[in-house]
T-cell receptor
Framework: DAGVIQSPRHEVTEMGQEVTLRCKPI?????LFWYRQTMMRGLELLIY????????DSGMPEDRFSAKMPNASFSTLKIQPSEPRDSAVYFC????????????FGPGTRLTVT | AQSVTQLDSQVPVFEEAPVELRCNYS??????LFWYVQYPNQGLQLLLK??????LVKGINGFEAEFNKSQTSFHLRKPSVHISDTAEYFC?????????????FGTGTLLAVQP
C-alpha cells in the first residue's frame, strides 16, 4: 500500500501567485481531509470530503482557498492569490474501508510564500 | 461540543525512563479516542486507538493508553523510552458512531528524550 501521496513536497512561491497542492488518498478510502499546520495555530482542519462531496468547509480561511475532489482518487487545494501568512505545512489524510474511524496522513507539503 | 486538552506542551525524559503523556477530553456523548505521533518533517502516524471493549489499548512501538471514562482521560504511557521516541504526540477524539465525523486534535506534546 502506497499510503496517502501528496505533491509537491515543497513549494516556494511569491506573494500573489496561485498555488495548487495535490493529494491521492489510499485506494478504497471514501473520506478525505485537508489540514494546515503552523507553529502558531497548530493543526487545523480546513475541509473534508465524503464520497467526493464536501461535507464541512468551515475551516477554510477565506475565499482565496478552494478545494476540489473530482474523483475518488484525487483532490486539490488551491490558494489564489497566495500570501506570506499562508506559509505552513499542508497535510492530506484519508479514511475508509477497514479503517473506518482513523485517518491516515500523507507526508505533507511545505509551502513558503515570500 | 467536543474538545481535547493536552496540558503538557513539552515532556523531557531520560532514555530508558518511563513516560506518561496526558490527554483529557470533553464530550457529552461517547467518543472514539486516538493517539498520533509526528516525527520531525513527517506526517502524523497512528499510534493506537480506542473504539470499544478493553480500556487498556496497546499500540505500536511499545506504547499503550488507558481509557478512563469517569475521568474523561486517555493517557499515553511507555515503560522505557528510547531516543528514537523523540517526537510530537497528538491526542484526538471523534464522536461515537459518527464514521463521517472529523477528528478533534489536541495541541500536541513534544516528548524530548535525552541520553
Amino acid at each position: 500500500d502506497a499510503g496517502v501521496i501528496q505533491s509537491p513536497r515543497h513549494e516556494v512561491t511569491e506573494m500573489g501567485q496561485e498555488v495548487t497542492l495535490r493529494c491521492k488518498p489510499i485506494s478504497g478510502h471514501n473520506s478525505l481531509f485537508w489540514y494546515r499546520q503552523t507553529m502558531m495555530r497548530g493543526l487545523e482542519l480546513l475541509i473534508y470530503f465524503n464520497n467526493n462531496v464536501p461535507i464541512d468547509d468551515s475551516g477554510m480561511p477565506e475565499d482565496r482557498f478552494s478545494a476540489k475532489m473530482p474523483n475518488a482518487s484525487f483532490s486539490t487545494l488551491k490558494i489564489q492569490p497566495s500570501e506570506p501568512r499562508d506559509s505552513a505545512v499542508y497535510f492530506c489524510a484519508s479514511r475508509g474501508g477497514l479503517a473506518k474511524y482513523e485517518q491516515y496522513f500523507g507526508p505533507g507539503t511545505r509551502l513558503t510564500v515570500t | 461540543a467536543q474538545s481535547v486538552t493536552q496540558l503538557d506542551s513539552q515532556v523531557p525524559v531520560f532514555e530508558e525512563a518511563p513516560v506518561e503523556l496526558r490527554c483529557n477530553y470533553s464530550s457529552s456523548v461517547s467518543v472514539y479516542l486516538f493517539w498520533y505521533v509526528q516525527y520531525p518533517n513527517q506526517g502524523l502516524q497512528l499510534l493506537l486507538k480506542y473504539l470499544s471493549g478493553s480500556t487498556l489499548v496497546k499500540g505500536i512501538n511499545g506504547f499503550e493508553a488507558e481509557f478512563n471514562k469517569s475521568q474523561t482521560s486517555f493517557h499515553l504511557r511507555k515503560p522505557s523510552v528510547h531516543i528514537s521516541d523523540t517526537a510530537e504526540y497528538f491526542c484526538a477524539v471523534s464522536l461515537y458512531g459518527g464514521a463521517t465525523n472529523k477528528l478533534i486534535f489536541g495541541t500536541g506534546t513534544l516528548l524530548a528524550v535525552q541520553p
